[in-house]
């Protein structure tokens, strides 16, 4: 049983950075394509980022796009997501997701971790 789990959240000043972890166990983990999440308190669900199994291909939001990079290291089963320039509108719960599709819809992504929280400060 595959499972994820995040790390590297905190609290942050607007400006700041962060770098998330998101590591998997449990089984190969290159086969699987990565994505991250996130959902602030009362709002949807929203898409991040994500990384195909080669590590070569990769998609951001318009929202983080210059300002957050996505990466994966598969000897070490780990996807990370170095966050600069962080604003208020940027906290939120952060999730890493795994699938076997490419993809911003959460819905087909098949693993999931527990979340790590980011708190930025004005």
């Known amino acids: 049983q595959v499972q994820l789990v995040e790390s590297g959240g905190g609290l942050v000043q607007a400006g700041g950075s962060l770098r998330l972890s998101c590591a998997a166990s449990?089984?190969?983990?290159?086969?699987?394509?990565m994505g991250w999440f996130r959902q602030a308190p009362g709002k949807e669900q929203e898409f991040v980022a994500h990384?195909?199994?080669?590590?070569?291909?990769?998609y951001y939001a318009d929202s983080v796009k210059g300002r957050f990079t996505i990466s994966r290291d598969n000897a070490k089963s780990t996807s990370y997501l170095q966050m600069n320039n962080l604003q208020p509108a940027d906290t939120a719960v952060y999730y890493c997701a795994a699938g076997t599709v490419f993809t911003t819809v959460a819905d087909e992504y098949d693993l999931w971790g527990q979340g790590t929280q980011v708190t930025v400060s004005s």
């Open positions: 449990g089984r190969t983990f290159s086969y699987f394509y």
């Open positions: 990384i195909n199994w080669l590590g070569g291909g990769t």
